[in-house]
């Protein structure tokens, strides 16, 4: 019966749920607690609106950081945006999503946290 436990709470906590950080911008990082080196995907869905220019995806544990900048055609640009980040160490991940703005200011921003267990179970 413990085990049945153990794998319904595993399963529940690699559940990627939305993080909305204001209404232009959602997050949802898959998965949320792995081993790794992992994959790391990331889907980001951006409310269309003339300003967007430019968004701009990073995975940061302090000891790694990746990021992926993307033109954005403003309100033709795609709603939802797909990154992968590959071979991601251990660690406790911020994953973020930034939105800016012709000029250069950031009009959205999302966060979520993703874990990347080593193989012997730590962070």
């Known amino acids: 019966m413990k085990s049945y436990r153990f794998w319904i709470a595993a399963a529940l906590l ?3 749920f939305p993080v909305d950080a204001g ?3 959602t997050i949802a990082v898959s998965p949320r607690q792995s081993i790794g080196p992992t994959n790391l995907t990331v889907r980001l869905r951006v409310e269309p609106n003339a300003d967007n220019r430019v968004l701009e995806v990073a995975a940061d544990s302090g000891d790694f950081y990746r990021s992926s ?3 954005l055609d403003g309100e033709h640009a795609a709603r939802t ?3 992968e980040f590959r071979g991601v160490p ?3 991940y911020q994953v973020s999503g930034v939105v ?3 000029v250069g ?3 959205g921003l999302a966060r979520q946290s993703a874990y990347v267990l080593s193989r012997g179970g730590e962070r």
């Open 14 to 16: 690699t559940i990627a």
């Open 100 to 102: 800016f703005d012709s």
């Open 105 to 107: 200011h950031r009009t």
């Open 69 to 71: 900048m993307i033109q």
């Open 81 to 83: 945006v797909f990154v």
């Open 23 to 25: 209404e232009s911008i």
């Open 90 to 92: 251990s660690g406790e």
